[in-house]
């Protein structure tokens, strides 16, 4: 794709081009989200401090004081704002599926608000997000129909095409809300993802998913800015969790679907379902191991614990900034090595490698929590108050965990 150069339209005085340009709409569709999010979050700060809508310490907590909620608030009007300062007609399709999303994003909006302030039920939170996801697929004919030669499958039929894109939409929304345990995790690994997908979409002339891909991740950027802060901390909540998995969930399926067209499109990738598991392999990791573990251990894959990687290195003695940046380099790196070293291997083998990272995964995770358990059973040991009874409370703890 042939782009002008910045510094050649500027020296032409065609400032105008710029601001029609897709790719500098894209470009700027960050920054504006970027800013939006910056000069709006200080104002959301200060209305949840003041109506005590703020998120109190607890046994998973990783925080000490409480905190607002609500940044997912900035998340969601930084970015559709910054989307929709441009026009999204030259792609009819493209702009009518994202539309649709518009309303399953607004949807999920308000879920994740009433949620942060009230509590929803779980399983009520779980039928609005397959509603939402709904939307899309059986009004928008937007699904998942080829397996890329998985075990040697290709297209299959709606009956499994719709059931797997929905779980798809719900596997990525909750994966996101599960790893939003410390500062810049979740909102990091977002990013990454986000910017991924929107370069990608871009370069393949699809400019209305670019566009939204890169206000999402200007906004984050924004939100990230006061998500470390110690002095105006700000958690995204599951107002944001929900929009931005969603939105997540939306760029890995048209991902999916654009590649489909790998055998005659020399700029699409036969490896496509592969990508999307390398740049969301944190979340995936973290949600299948520890609803592994909690089954394992005889509990419901449900029940919250402390036993999220996050949680681990934390434990472990890194801050949440070290903790963060450790799982926001180890999708760097994974999607860095993946596109050095892919070649033609089948998607079934690379499947299997996958398997093996994840098996990796289990392993280094458990070294290190077993880590963690040692350390804390020496430090009640040592501590001027053991006795029996924090033996007990101490034992009880370990098993929840």
């Not at 995936?284 to 251990?297: E, H, P, Q, S």
Request: some cysteine.
């Amino acid at each position: 794709m042939k782009l002008e150069l910045p510094l050649q339209i500027l020296s032409e005085g065609n400032f105008g081009n710029i601001i029609h340009h897709d790719v500098y709409q894209c470009l700027l569709s960050f920054l504006i989200a970027c800013f939006l999010s910056i000069i709006s979050i200080p104002i959301i700060i200060n209305l949840s401090n003041l109506l005590h809508l703020t998120a109190k310490p607890g046994f998973r907590s990783s925080h000490e004081t409480e905190t607002p909620t609500l940044g997912g608030i900035a998340i969601f009007a930084a970015t559709l704002i910054a989307y929709f300062l441009w026009p999204h007609s030259e792609n009819i399709l493209d702009s009518n599926l994202i539309s649709l999303a518009m309303t399953g994003v607004i949807i999920l909006f308000f879920l994740g608000i009433k949620d942060d302030i009230l509590a929803v039920d779980p399983t009520k939170k779980l039928i609005i997000q397959i509603f939402a996801s709904l939307i899309l697929v059986a009004m928008g004919n937007f699904k998942v129909d080829n397996f890329y030669g998985i075990f040697g499958i290709h297209d299959v039929s709606d009956f499994i095409s719709i059931p797997l894109t929905v779980f798809i939409f719900i596997a990525i929304i909750n994966s996101i809300n599960l790893i939003d345990g410390i500062d810049g995790l979740a909102g990091g690994i977002s990013l990454i993802a986000g910017l991924g997908f929107g370069i990608w979409f871009i370069l393949n002339d699809h400019f209305s998913f670019g566009c939204l891909a890169f206000a999402m991740s200007g906004s984050l950027l924004g939100f990230l800015r006061f998500n470390f802060s110690k002095t105006s901390k700000i958690f995204m909540g599951d107002t944001g969790s929900l929009i931005v998995g969603y939105l997540l969930s939306i760029f890995s399926v048209e991902f999916l679907s654009l590649n489909v067209g790998y055998q005659h499109d020399p700029n699409a990738y036969f490896n496509a379902p592969i990508i999307v598991m390398v740049l969301l392999i944190v979340p995936i990791f973290d949600t299948l191991r520890v609803f592994i573990v909690r089954i394992f251990k005889g509990g419901s894959p449900f029940i919250a614990d402390r036993n999220h990687m996050h949680h681990i290195l934390i434990d472990s003695g890194l801050n949440h900034f070290w903790a963060s940046f450790t799982l926001w380099m180890a999708t760097i790196v994974n999607t860095t090595l993946f596109f050095a070293f892919h070649g033609d291997i089948t998607n079934t083998a690379s499947l299997y490698v996958y398997i093996g990272m994840f098996a990796s995964y289990m392993i280094i995770a458990t070294i290190l929590k077993r880590r963690v358990t040692r350390k804390r059973k020496r430090n009640l040991a040592k501590s001027p108050s053991f006795n029996d009874d924090t033996i007990s409370a101490s034992k009880k703890l370990f098993r929840r965990q």
